[in-house]
């Protein structure tokens, strides 16, 4: 009884072994969009986690950073002590481009642009304020809209 129970755990473990590489392999696919990413301020206590694809633009407050993120279908605001540089560097730049001196957008949460007098002015889902263009940001922001889209 015992050779058989030791070969019936044997093949238990190799089948649970075989399932666990398979889940690791799938999970280590994920894209950069579907990674938890800890924001950190200038406080210890100052952090979030969030995925990027969750966060919608970072706007400039004073010395603080409005982090604005979807919460489900809410869009919620986040301040964090910090400058806006410091958040565009632990961004990955692919998807996040910095539109103005006073906003961080997400390509990936762009609805649509306009052109008006002369000044493009961005849409962003679940976003009622259009989120102005510098003339300096207009080239790189309409190059990288057509690689993401």
């Not at 263009?133 to 990288?144: G, P």
């Amino acid at each position: 009884i015992f050779p058989f129970a030791g070969t019936l755990f044997y093949f238990r473990y190799k089948n649970l072994e075989r399932e666990y590489d398979q889940v690791m392999s799938v999970s280590n696919q994920q894209s950069s969009m579907d990674k938890m990413l800890m924001l950190k301020g200038d406080y210890k206590k100052d952090e979030i986690g969030l995925k990027p694809k969750d966060i919608v633009y970072r706007l400039t407050e004073d010395n603080y950073v409005g982090l604005n993120y979807l919460d489900g279908e809410i869009l919620r605001t986040y301040l964090i002590r910090s400058t806006l540089s410091k958040m565009e560097q632990s961004l990955n730049s692919e998807y996040f481009i910095r539109c103005h001196r006073s906003f961080l957008i997400n390509l990936k949460q762009v609805e649509s642009y306009q052109k008006k007098q002369g000044r493009i002015s961005i849409k962003l889902h679940r976003c009622d304020d259009l989120i102005p263009v510098s003339r300096s940001a207009e080239k790189a922001l309409l190059d990288k809209l057509g690689e993401v889209k």
